[in-house]
């Protein structure tokens, strides 16, 4: 069959972006109301039924799973191809936002509003090059089922669950990274820094009460605060003197307690590199107050051994190799409270295969701190010469005429590695602007409509006869 893909998208276009807005104007960030119907809150939920609704009025088969993922099923054959996307999208700061953050607005070709970029906008781009392709009669020799997700951000229980009741793909891809192509994700490991707290002793200006920053593990710090009991003194000057040095933005608030609270800037977490870490600033700040023992030690910690080293070189866990790059560390959320005694830093490191970092946390012995091992997932594989990959990256160059980019290795950890084999490909194209996780995400309607051409012409070369 001779399909002019391009021409074919144009003639959804419309529809797919009135589906795309409908998605995109769902709060689906991770709730706090918590039942067995919305297991992530009602926000995933909703935007997970109003992705299998699409699929129930374009007459295909649907199944929602345990409440928390589901699939919209096309096609015919033994064998089962997997794309997998996902409508949870992680927290934003509506002040930093120009326009509502679930109001997708469209301004000089790009919609903007959260999860355009990642994933909504990718996952719709998926789910209409394989309508397309069925509305022109393909003759499918697999079974393509788009697999929805409402807890990417958060943990991937929904993939998790998911499989635990369905039958597993033999391959696939997630629509939810970068082109040309992901073949290989690093480990990941998640650990804490405790503080063990002492007994207040010595003389101090200010005791650190609470600190806060980060609401999730894979984001860098946008905001954080902290709160102070002392005399204000000169704190509002020298903290304005810091903030000039460091060209930030912050402010202090005194009332029966000071309170200061720093902006950064947000990155999505495998790439601390691009951000600026809030929490671990603000730490860098009060490091050069006088503070109280626990509050000092806590904030010292901070400001000495991991702020401003997203590798890791400080603490002597560097590592790099020459196929997956660097391992890469973010503080992504950090609590302290005098009152309960806590005291965390909790941190997200994506590491290449051969780096045994678990081996080497136990060696570490940090004054004041104790670091617990929370979790680890190990690196994904596909080989660069799988024909899936070389498959797909044909498609992109034909598409795209782009020889130079090569597939090549990822920090974040996406869906395809909940697949036997599977890989990454898109959304996102080199060269283009990458505000995942970033106020004012964005995704230009061009690469939307481009992708779609890719992802279908791909699964058209993958499933069909």
């Known amino acids: 069959m001779n399909i002019n893909f391009k021409q074919e998208v144009q003639n959804h276009k419309e529809d797919l972006l009135k589906d795309l807005f409908e998605l995109l104007s769902i709060r689906s960030i991770l709730g706090t109301d918590i039942t067995e119907e919305t297991p992530f809150g009602s926000g995933p939920r909703e935007a997970l039924d109003k992705m299998l609704s699409f699929g129930e009025r374009d007459g295909y088969k649907t199944k929602l799973v345990e409440n928390k993922a589901g699939h919209i099923e096309v096609g015919e054959g033994e064998e089962l191809f997997g794309i997998l996307g996902h409508v949870d999208v992680v927290p934003v700061v509506e002040a930093d936002w120009t326009s509502h953050p679930f109001k997708p607005e469209v301004r000089d070709g790009k919609i903007y509003a959260r999860g355009s970029l990642d994933d909504k906008g990718p996952t719709m781009a998926a789910y209409y090059a394989v309508k397309l392709l069925d509305k022109l009669g393909v003759k499918w020799n697999k079974r393509i089922r788009l697999i929805i997700g409402s807890d990417e951000e958060t943990g991937f229980r929904c993939v998790k669950s998911y499989f635990e009741h369905e039958e597993q793909p033999a391959l696939g891809f997630t629509p939810d990274a970068m082109f040309p192509l992901v073949y290989a994700e690093k480990a990941r490991v998640t650990f804490d820094h405790k503080l063990e707290f002492k007994s207040e002793e010595?003389?101090?200006?200010?005791?650190?009460?609470?600190?806060?920053?980060?609401?999730?593990?894979?984001?860098?710090?946008?905001?954080?605060?902290?709160?102070?009991?002392?005399?204000?003194?000169?704190?509002?000057?020298?903290?304005?003197?810091?903030?000039?040095?460091?060209?930030?933005?912050?402010?202090?608030?005194?009332?029966?307690?000071?309170?200061?609270?720093?902006?950064?800037?947000?990155?999505?977490?495998?790439?601390?590199?691009?951000?600026?870490?809030?929490?671990?600033?603000?730490?860098?700040?009060?490091?050069?107050?006088?503070?109280?023992?626990?509050?000092?030690?806590?904030?010292?910690?901070?400001?000495?051994?991991?702020?401003?080293?997203?590798?890791?070189?400080?603490?002597?866990?560097?590592?790099?190799?020459?196929?997956?790059?660097?391992?890469?560390?973010?503080?992504?959320?950090?609590?302290?409270?005098?009152?309960?005694?806590?005291?965390?830093?909790?941190?997200?490191?994506?590491?290449?295969?051969?780096?045994?970092?678990?081996?080497?946390?136990?060696?570490?012995?940090?004054?004041?701190?104790?670091?617990?091992?929370?979790?680890?997932?190990?690196?994904?594989?596909?080989?660069?010469?799988?024909?899936?990959?070389?498959?797909?990256?044909?498609?992109?160059?034909?598409?795209?005429?782009?020889?130079?980019?090569?597939?090549?290795?990822?920090?974040?950890?996406?869906?395809?590695?909940?697949?036997?084999?599977?890989?990454?490909?898109?959304?996102?194209?080199?060269?283009?602007?990458?505000?995942?996780?970033?106020?004012?995400?964005?995704?230009?309607?061009?690469?939307?409509?481009?992708?779609?051409?890719?992802?279908?012409?791909?699964?058209?070369?993958?499933?069909?006869?």
């Open 202 to 465: 010595g003389n101090f200006d200010y005791k650190l009460v609470k600190f806060n920053g980060g609401q999730v593990l894979n984001m860098v710090v946008a905001s954080a605060e902290a709160v102070l009991k002392g005399e204000a003194r000169d704190i509002e000057e020298k903290f304005d003197k810091f903030l000039a040095a460091e060209k930030l933005e912050g402010e202090v608030k005194v009332s029966d307690v000071i309170t200061l609270v720093l902006k950064g800037k947000a990155a999505h977490g495998s790439t601390p590199q691009f951000g600026i870490n809030a929490a671990t600033k603000l730490a860098e700040f009060l490091n050069t107050l006088s503070l109280d023992v626990n509050g000092k030690n806590y904030v010292e910690y901070i400001a000495t051994r991991l702020a401003n080293d997203p590798f890791g070189k400080v603490l002597g866990i560097e590592y790099s190799d020459d196929e997956m790059g660097a391992s890469t560390y973010n503080y992504g959320i950090l609590k302290y409270d005098a009152v309960e005694k806590i005291g965390v830093i909790s941190t997200d490191c994506r590491h290449p295969k051969n780096f045994d970092l678990v081996s080497k946390l136990a060696t570490l012995k940090e004054d004041n701190m104790v670091i617990e091992v929370t979790s680890t997932k190990e690196a994904h594989y596909v080989p660069k010469d799988d024909e899936l990959v070389t498959t797909l990256v044909d498609v992109y160059r034909k598409h795209t005429g782009d020889t130079k980019n090569d597939a090549f290795v990822l920090g974040g950890g996406t869906y395809a590695r909940c697949l036997k084999k599977g890989v990454a490909f898109g959304l996102l194209f080199p060269g283009k602007q990458d505000t995942m996780h970033q106020a004012n995400e964005f995704l230009e309607i061009e690469d939307l409509l481009l992708a779609t051409a890719i992802y279908a012409e791909g699964i058209y070369q993958l499933c069909c006869e």
